[in-house]
């Protein structure tokens, strides 16, 4: 199982950024996805989660703002982030079924 992560940069307060996840080595399309991330002396967390149904969940501190989507013919995973603040910026990382990690994308978002 390969996770690889795109789209990551830096980004002004307010910008948006998409991520994308390309699965490979296994159907994705069963299992659920998930995007985490760190920030710099925090712990990991989980920011958004869809399940095979397309059932989505979010943090409280990215909800209204993050949205994140499949595409399972493509195994592909996606997280499209609108009105960025410094807060978010981390390493974003791609899970699948909380089994199975990328190798992360560094998001910055300028003040």
């Known amino acids: 199982v390969q996770l690889v992560e795109s789209g990551g940069g830096l980004v002004q307060t307010g910008g948006s950024l998409r991520l994308v996840c390309t699965v490979s080595?296994?159907?994705?399309?069963?299992?659920?996805m998930n995007w985490y991330r760190q920030a710099p002396g925090k712990q990991r967390e989980m920011i958004a989660t869809?399940?095979?149904?397309?059932?989505?969940n979010y943090a409280d501190s990215v909800k209204e703002r993050f949205t994140i989507s499949r595409d399972d013919a493509k195994n592909l995973v996606f997280l499209q982030m609108d009105n960025l603040k410094p807060e978010d910026t981390a390493v974003y990382y791609c899970?699948?079924?909380?089994?199975?990690w990328g190798q992360g994308t560094q998001v910055t978002v300028s003040s």
């Open positions: 899970n699948y079924n909380f089994a199975f």
């Open positions: 080595g296994i159907v994705a399309r069963d299992e659920i």
């Open positions: 869809i399940t095979n149904y397309g059932t989505t």
